[in-house]
Nanobody, 124 residues
Framework: QVQLVESGGGLVQAGGSLRLSCAASGRTFMGWFRQAPGKEREFVAAIRWTAGSTYYADSVKGRFTISRDNAKNTVYLQMNSLKPEDTAIYYC?????????????????????WGQGTQVTVSS
């Protein structure tokens, strides 16, 4: 069983930065998704826990960085150069699908465990 608890959301001006944290009780393939009002949940970034391989959506490449701290069992999403279109609820997710470690997992239905979400609001 994997338990996920996100933290770090908030209100920031465009161009600013935030760091999200996700405390994970189990180690597996981890991802961040986001969902804006009236839109579907979308993939943001993911990381293979053991090897540290990372995957990003095109919309956040070069601005967001996903990382993990093995000792703290925590995954981070560092978000820089934030834009108003980044405003959404951000969710941490985990999956035990073995193929994710080889190919990455980008769909929400590939993930088995979800956190409660944390709101990120970027003002213009």
């Amino acid at each position: 069983q994997v338990q996920l608890v996100e933290s770090g959301g908030g209100l920031v001006q465009a161009g600013g930065s935030l760091r999200l944290s996700c405390a994970a009780s189990g180690r597996t393939f981890m991802g961040w998704f986001r969902q804006a009002p009236g839109k579907e949940r979308e993939f943001v970034a993911a990381i293979r826990w053991t090897a540290g391989s990372t995957y990003y959506a095109d919309s956040v490449k070069g601005r967001f960085t996903i990382s993990r701290d093995n000792a703290k069992n925590t995954v981070y999403l560092q978000m820089n150069s934030l834009k108003p279109e980044d405003t959404a609820i951000y969710y941490c997710a985990a999956t035990g699908q073995s193929y994710c470690s080889d190919y990455g997992c980008y769909r929400s239905d590939e993930y088995d465990y979800w956190g409660q979400g944390t709101q990120v609001t970027v003002s213009s």
